[in-house]
């Protein structure tokens, strides 16, 4: 089994609608978990980290189950802008990161 | 000018040959790693550093070998190289928070 795991996707949504990404982590140890962004041929970026309570980035919001080792990422009013690759990336014993193969989100006129 | 750059960023090269990728930041970071990138498989840790006197492999070190000559520099090496590390490759650095910075990444192809 994979570390970290994620929807395969592709994701194909029109503008405005919502979209969930799902990441399954097999460490039960692991203490810090995020959300990356990669766009086509670029470096991924941190969207945002996920705290146990859950939280909101304005569109985004993270949550974590960590009974079940789950986390997701609803985007609502997706915008032709957020068309990229999203990572599930979850901290290795707070060494170093794992990181999921990514689900690629294609958001249509 | 961006923080965290990488050298080159293209290069095509032949099985055998010795390469080396070049990391350079200027974030004043101490933690720096080393990825490759593969479709299909996301990022995988090649070597960490978390000072000039600390290396560390990561999950596919075989190949590879690094060279931390100062805070700011991580150099990756491919001794001799062969066509399945055809990849893409990022530098990342960390400071005190989790966030990774990755530089724009090298695309090698080994023919």
């Known amino acids: 089994r994979k570390e970290v795991e994620q929807d395969p996707g592709p994701f194909n949504v029109p503008e405005g609608a919502t979209v969930a990404f799902n990441c399954t982590y097999s460490n039960s140890a692991s203490q810090s978990f995020f959300w990356y962004r990669q766009d086509c041929r670029k470096e991924p970026k941190l969207l945002m980290s996920?705290?146990?309570s859950g939280n909101e980035d304005g569109r985004f919001t993270a949550q974590l189950n960590r009974a079940s080792q789950y986390i997701s990422l609803l985007i609502r009013d997706s915008k032709l802008s957020d068309s990229a690759t999203y990572l599930c990336v979850v901290d290795n014993y707070g060494q170093n990161f794992v990181f999921g193969p990514g689900t690629r989100l294609s958001v249509l006129p | 000018d961006a923080d965290v750059t990488q050298t080159p960023r293209n290069r095509i090269t032949k099985t055998g040959k010795r390469i080396m990728l070049e990391c350079s930041q200027t974030?004043?970071?101490?933690?720096m790693y080393w990825y490759r990138q593969d479709p299909g498989l996301g990022l995988r840790l090649i070597y960490y550093?978390?000072?000039?006197?600390?290396?560390n492999k990561g999950e596919i070190s075989d190949g590879y070998s690094v060279s931390r000559q100062a805070q700011a520099k991580f150099s990756l090496s491919l001794e001799s190289a062969i066509p399945n590390q055809t990849a893409l490759y990022f530098c990342?650095?960390?400071?005190?928070?989790?966030?990774?910075?990755f530089g724009p990444g090298t695309r090698l192809t080994v023919t």
């Open positions: 974030k004043g970071h101490d933690r």
């Open positions: 996920v705290y146990s």
């Open positions: 550093s978390f000072d000039v006197k600390d290396i």
């Open positions: 990342a650095t960390r400071g005190d928070s989790y966030e990774q910075y």
